[in-house]
């Protein structure tokens, strides 16, 4: 039995799956890293106590923002309340009054600190990370469906970019430590 075109009708095949399949979309945080820092003009960064709500993961994945214990499905909303700041609370976040694009805007000076322990599970992580920037994700939206009728991801790129300068995504992150640890 002559078998020769069989590994012509296998490349063949080969480069048909090869052909026909779709790559899957990598799934990951999105996040935007800071510039690397001129050491020459490299300076301390001075905030405010009252612009940051630290959140905390401990190695047994209990989740404390600011002072207090919380579960991670009322995280989102602690952290728009922070954020937005409605009451204008002189123990949350100050906002200062910015001009983009010819307007000027009240822009919250708001910073998230997430810190989390070296034995949290990466689950907890993602599903604080998640949380954090649905918050910003909502805060947006809200903000836009006020300003121009339609949810940010419906708009245009200019008019995503001010969503993006009036409502930051400030997220900063430590490096992982035992948080349960007292100095």
Known sequence: MNTSSTADIAFLLLCYFLMTTTMGEPAGLQRRLPQIPDSK????????????????????????????????????????????????????????????????????????????DRGTS????????????KAVNELRDEWCLKEYGRKYAKLDEDRQKIARRVIPQNISEAEPKDVTKKR
Do not use: W
């Open 41 to 116: 003009n490299q300076q301390d960064v001075k905030v405010n106590r009252r612009n940051i709500i630290i959140v905390k993961i401990n190695s047994a994945d209990k989740l404390f923002a600011g002072n207090e214990a919380i579960d991670v499905a009322f995280l989102k909303d602690k952290v728009k309340e922070f954020l937005a700041n409605p009451t204008d609370d002189p123990n949350m976040p100050e906002k200062e009054m910015q001009e983009i694009e010819g307007k000027m805007y009240p822009v919250s000076k708001g910073v998230i600190s997430l810190q989390n």
């Open 122 to 133: 990466y689950q907890a992580y993602i599903a604080v990370q998640n949380e954090l920037v």
